[in-house]
C-alpha cells in the first residue's frame, strides 16, 4: 500500500467564492497599506478552503479516470479489465492499492498528479495519523496498532511507569457506579477536580478506541457519560483504562487472508438495563472475511422492558449497517453474497422473527417490522450463536478481560494481537478516510 503526500494542499485549490484577506502585518505594499488582497486559491484558516482542496483533488483524479465510489466518496477507484487501482483520500493523503496488473494504471495516475500538485512518493505506508502501519503482502497481513501514541498518552499523564490492570474497569464493588455522594461538595474539593485534565484525557482516549483499541470502547463510553460533572472516581476510572493500556500497548488490529471466513457477517448483543438510568447498552461488529470492519456500542434512546426488546433493538441497528456493508461490498467486488449471517445470542429475539406480534412485543413493531423486512428481502439470516462465541459480548460490558482477549478465532482475538491476526478484500478500509469505526459509539 503506498503513500502519497501532497504539500500545501490546500492553495493548490482555485477558490470559486470572492474572499479578501488584509495585507500581513510587516508585509504591506508600500504606498498601498490599506489595500487588501483578493484570493484566488484556498488559503489554510478560510472556511472553503477544505471543501475546494477536495473539489479540485476530485477533478485531477477523474481526468486520470478514478471515479468516486458511490458509498464512499473520498474513496477512487479505476479498472481496467481485471487490473485495477484503490485510492483512499484523507486531507493531503493518498494511500494507494493495486494489484499487479494495476501498476500501470498506478503510474498513469501517478504521473498526472505529480504535473499538477506538489506531491510525494513516501513508499509504503508505515504511519498516519498517529497511527503505525505494518504489512506483510507475502504472508497476507496488515496491522494497525497505536503503541506510539499509547505511550505518549501515558507519559502525558504521568502514567507511563504505573501498575497495569488486566482490564480496561471494574465490574464488582463501590468503584462500578457514580453516584451523587460521589460529587465533590465544598467549593475548595470542586474547583480541585475541576482542574483535573478530564476532557484532555477522554479525547486522547477516544482516539484510541475509535481507531484501533475497541476493548476499551464501553469503559470509555461508560466514563465519557460523567465529563460534565468531573470527581475522584471518574478520575479513577480514566485512570483504571490507562493502567489497562500499560500492560497491552502492543496490541492493535490486524487483518489477515482467510479463504474460509464468510464475505459479511456480524454479531449482535444487548445489555438489559443498567443500574442508573436503566437504558439498555446494544453492541455489535462486522466483519469482512473474518476481518473486523465496523463495530458500535450505544445506549438504546429509550428505556425498553424486556432483554427481547433490547435484543431486537439492536438486530434493527445492525441492520442498517448490513445495507451498507452490502453497498459497499458489491462496489468493489462486484458480486451478490447472499444473505449476510447475523449472529446473536438471544433464542427469543430470533424466534420473533417472521412470526406475528403479539400482546407482549406489539409495542416495538418498528423494530420487528424491519428485521422481518430485511430478512425476508434476503439481505440478512439471523442466527443463534453461543453467548461464549459472541463477539459483540465485549460491546455491552465495560470489563472484556483476558477471557474474549483469548477464547479462540470467533473472538476479539481475531482481529486483535500484538503480532498477527485478522481479511482479504477489507484493506481498502485501513486508510483513515474510509475506516469505519463509529461514534455514536
Known amino acids: 500500500m503506498g503513500h502519497w503526500d501532497v504539500s500545501t494542499a490546500f492553495v493548490h485549490a482555485p ?18 497599506e490599506t489595500w487588501v488582497y483578493q484570493l484566488v486559491k484556498a488559503l489554510y484558516g478560510t472556511k472553503q478552503a477544505a471543501r475546494a482542496w477536495q473539489q479540485h483533488l476530485k477533478i485531477l483524479l477523474q481526468r486520470a479516470k478514478c471515479l468516486p465510489l ?4 473520498a474513496t477512487y477507484v479505476r479498472r481496467e479489465g481485471t487490473a485495477f487501482v484503490l485510492i483512499g483520500t484523507h486531507v493531503d493523503d493518498l494511500f494507494v492499492l493495486h494489484n499487479a496488473l ?4 498506478k503510474d498513469e495516475v501517478w504521473k498526472l498528479l505529480s504535473t499538477e500538485l506538489a506531491i510525494k512518493d513516501l513508499g509504503e505506508a508505515t504511519w498516519t495519523l498517529q497511527m503505525n502501519i505494518a504489512r506483510n503482502a507475502k504472508q497476507g497481513w496488515l496491522k494497525l496498532s497505536q503503541e506510539g501514541f499509547t505511550k505518549e498518552v501515558l507519559r502525558r499523564f504521568n502514567m507511563l511507569d504505573c501498575k497495569t490492570a488486566p482490564t480496561p474497569a471494574v465490574d464488582v464493588g463501590d468503584e462500578v457506579t457514580i453516584t451523587e455522594a460521589d460529587m465533590p461538595t465544598d467549593a475548595a474539593e ?3 477536580v475541576a482542574e483535573l485534565p478530564v476532557m484532555e484525557l477522554v479525547g486522547c482516549l477516544w482516539w484510541l478506541a475509535q481507531m484501533t483499541r475497541p476493548d476499551i470502547y464501553v469503559a470509555l463510553q461508560k466514563a465519557s457519560k460523567w465529563v460534565a460533572r468531573p470527581s475522584d472516581k471518574l ?10 493500556l500499560a500492560g497491552t500497548q502492543a496490541l ?7 479463504a474460509s471466513a464468510p464475505p459479511l457477517e456480524a454479531y449482535v448483543d444487548a445489555a438489559f438495563a443498567n443500574e442508573t438510568d436503566y437504558k439498555s447498552t446494544a453492541g455489535w461488529v462486522f466483519l469482512m472475511h473474518g476481518a473486523l470492519t465496523a463495530y458500535e456500542s450505544s445506549t438504546i434512546k429509550r428505556v425498553v422492558t ?25 462496489e468493489l467486488k462486484g458480486v451478490d453474497v447472499g444473505p449476510t449471517p447475523i449472529w446473536g445470542d438471544n433464542t427469543a429475539s430470533i424466534a420473533m422473527i417472521g412470526a406475528g406480534m403479539t400482546k407482549r412485543s406489539r409495542h416495538y413493531a418498528i423494530e420487528w417490522h424491519k428485521v422481518s423486512d430485511l430478512v425476508e428481502a434476503k439481505e440478512m439470516s439471523v442466527q443463534w450463536v453461543a453467548t461464549q462465541d459472541n463477539l459483540a459480548d465485549s460491546l455491552r460490558k465495560s470489563s472484556p478481560g483476558n477471557a474474549s482477549l483469548n477464547c479462540g478465532t470467533s473472538s476479539w482475538a481475531a482481529a486483535m494481537h500484538a503480532t498477527s491476526c485478522s481479511a482479504t478484500c477489507c484493506a481498502w478500509r485501513m486508510t483513515p478516510s474510509t475506516y469505519r469505526r463509529h461514534s455514536q459509539g
Do not use: P
Request: with cysteine.
Open 15 to 32: 477558490l470559486a467564492e470572492r474572499v479578501y484577506m488584509r495585507q500581513a502585518s510587516g508585509h504591506e505594499v508600500k504606498g498601498k
Open 70 to 73: 458511490e458509498n464512499d466518496a
Open 102 to 105: 494495476g501498476t500501470r494504471l
Open 190 to 192: 470542586q474547583k480541585r
Open 235 to 244: 478520575w479513577r476510572w480514566l485512570q483504571r483504562i490507562l493502567r489497562y
Open 252 to 258: 492493535g488490529l490486524t487483518f489477515k487472508r482467510h
Open 306 to 330: 424486556s432483554s427481547t426488546e433490547a435484543e431486537c433493538n439492536a438486530l434493527a441497528t445492525v441492520g442498517k449497517e448490513n445495507t451498507w456493508e452490502r453497498r459497499i461490498y458489491a
